[in-house]
Nanobody
Framework: VQLVESGGGLVQAGGSLRLSCAHS????????IGWFRQAPGKEREGVAC????????HYSDSVRGRFSISTDNAKNTLYLQMNSLKPEDTAIYYC?????????????????????WGQGTQVTVSS
């Protein structure tokens, strides 16, 4: 499994960015995939994920209503549309996937259960 993120950058508070994650090696409808982030000095946290078994999206409280996760199965690409960005959204954003049955159906945002990770893309929000 390979995951490659892109789309990070510098944006002013209130602005928008769209992250992309091109993936390969995942079996259609047989995994959970999502976005995680890690700010300097903080633990990695879950942002949003999709369980492909039912197409359900799951969000952390800190981004719900501002961020939107989606997939394009024809392109094997995961997206994260980030609107109304805040300085506290500054972090390295990672794409991750997991193929265990429990994760596929739970939609957990616990980073420790995800087995496959991309290299990350930096998002910086200036005030």
């Amino acid at each position: 499994v390979q995951l490659v993120e892109s789309g990070g950058g510098l944006v002013q508070a209130g602005g928008s960015l769209r992250l992309s994650c091109a993936h390969s090696g995942l079996v259609f409808d047989d995994y959970a995939i999502g976005w995680f982030r890690q700010a300097p000095g903080k633990e990695r946290e879950g942002v949003a994920c999709i369980t492909t078994s039912d197409g359900a999206a799951h969000y952390s409280d800190s981004v719900r209503g501002r961020f939107s996760i989606s997939t394009d199965n024809a392109k094997n690409t995961l997206y994260l549309q980030m609107n109304s960005l805040k300085p506290e959204d500054t972090a390295i954003y990672y794409c991750a996937a997991d193929t265990t049955i429990a994760t596929m159906f739970s939609g957990t945002l616990e980073p420790r259960v995800y087995d496959y990770w991309g290299q990350g893309t930096q998002v910086t929000v200036s005030s």
